[in-house]
């Protein structure tokens, strides 16, 4: 079936530096890519998505990157700071056919000051 | 109001009991959404409601029954929990089911099953 590979799994960066966490989904139907970031014993909470009919998207030090070709998208942080510290899912979802809404397997960034 | 509600926050029940597990929205959005998260996994769908209707059940044992009174709530009833199901059971909403959208998801009731 159906799935989303993340990686890495866990990161641990320095406060400033910058993060990047990558996925890789199988459904080529896939047309929505959402980021989440859930704080320990808190909800999923979006940061930022892209559709499949752009490449690249950015909001102040949050930005998303899109291969469609390769099936691959990538979170970056720049800028890191210490609030950064979270669990990060993907997803990728379509809406045509067969509704579906992936997860990656969660990235657990560490930010140390 | 932007938000997703959910109660109880905590919830400790025996295999033999009957709870509920209430969500609402009041962001006018007709898509519905109960998911289970264990420790240090994603999140994992069980139930979709579009339009106060059920419209994607994953396989979910019966002793999950949800139900949409309105297009605001949405219950979660269990009865004859095992200890493995024991997660935290989150809600969420979305404007519409099969649009590229986001889900906004509720804080969350932590049921432990004894």
């Known amino acids: 079936g159906e799935n989303v590979e993340q990686h890495p799994s866990t990161l641990s960066v320095q406060e400033g530096d910058s993060a990047v966490i990558k996925c890789t989904y199988s459904d080529s139907a896939s047309n929505y890519f959402p980021w989440y970031k859930q704080e320990l014993g808190k909800r999923p909470q979006l940061i930022i998505d892209i559709r499949s009919n752009v490449g690249e998207k950015k909001d102040q030090r949050i930005a998303v990157t899109l291969n469609k070709t390769a099936k691959h998208f990538s979170l970056h942080i720049t800028e890191t700071q210490p609030e950064d510290s979270a669990v990060y899912f993907c997803?990728?979802?379509?809406?045509?056919?067969?509704?579906?809404?992936?997860f990656g397997t969660g990235t657990r960034l560490k930010v140390l000051a | 109001d932007t938000e997703v509600t959910q109660t109880p926050k905590h919830l400790v029940m025996g295999m033999t009991n009957k709870k509920s597990l209430k969500c609402e929205q009041h962001?006018?959005?007709?898509?519905m959404y109960w998911y289970k998260q264990k420790a240090k996994k994603p999140p994992e769908l069980m139930f979709v409601?579009?339009?106060?209707?059920?419209?994607i059940n994953e396989s979910v044992p019966s002793r999950f029954s949800p139900e949409c009174p309105n297009s605001s709530l949405l219950n979660l009833h269990l009865h004859a929990l095992q200890p493995e199901d024991s997660a935290l059971y989150l809600c969420a909403s979305s404007q519409e089911l099969a649009v590229a959208v986001a889900q906004y998801f509720g804080p969350g009731t932590r049921l432990t099953v004894l």
């Open positions: 997803a990728a979802s379509r809406t045509s056919g067969t509704y579906k809404y992936i």
């Open positions: 962001m006018g959005h007709r898509a």
């Open positions: 409601y579009s339009y106060e209707k059920l419209s």
